[in-house]
């Protein structure tokens, strides 16, 4: 499968850029707190349903967005990471979209479906293989 002239990006690869992905992702669901307190006149719950489903929209689409514009979060930029097709194509929006959605399930199998990097030959997690993806690092000066 490894079809892609890059090499496919390890566990602690992914995990920085994971990491690094908080920073800005934080910064985007505060503000959108801020937004949904002014447009509430400070009466939001934040225990609301549509509050949460919100949030959830903000994160889906920082990632699908990034993924689709690029193959890139900035998290992924810093370490040289892009995710592709397995050919070496770019993403789609159901493609981005669906890989979303199993590293949901990857992560609330506490964590299992990342690990899986560990034990795949190409290195994919559950997402990955689910989307028909993989994550590469990219040289230095590419």
């Known amino acids: ?5 890059f090499p496919s990006a390890h566990l602690g690869w992914r995990a920085a850029a994971a990491v690094y992905d908080l920073l800005p992702l934080l910064a985007i669901l505060f503000a959108t707190g801020a937004i949904a307190q ?5 009466t939001l719950d934040p225990h609301a349903l549509l509050f949460r489903l919100a949030l959830l929209a903000v994160i889906v689409a920082y990632y699908a967005v990034s993924w689709r514009r690029g193959g ?3 998290g992924m930029r810093a370490w040289r990471l892009r995710v592709t097709r397995a050919d070496g194509g770019p993403l789609d929006w159901s493609t981005c979209l669906l890989r979303f959605a199993v590293s949901l399930v990857s992560t609330a199998a506490v964590g299992l479906g990342f690990l899986w990097c560990l034990v795949d030959r190409d290195r994919r997690a ?9 994550v590469v690092r990219l040289p230095k000066n590419g």
């Open 1 to 5: 499968m490894n079809q892609a002239p």
């Open 38 to 42: 002014a447009v509430t006149g400070g």
């Open 72 to 74: 890139q979060t900035i």
């Open 126 to 134: 559950w997402h990955d293989i689910a989307a028909g993806t993989r």
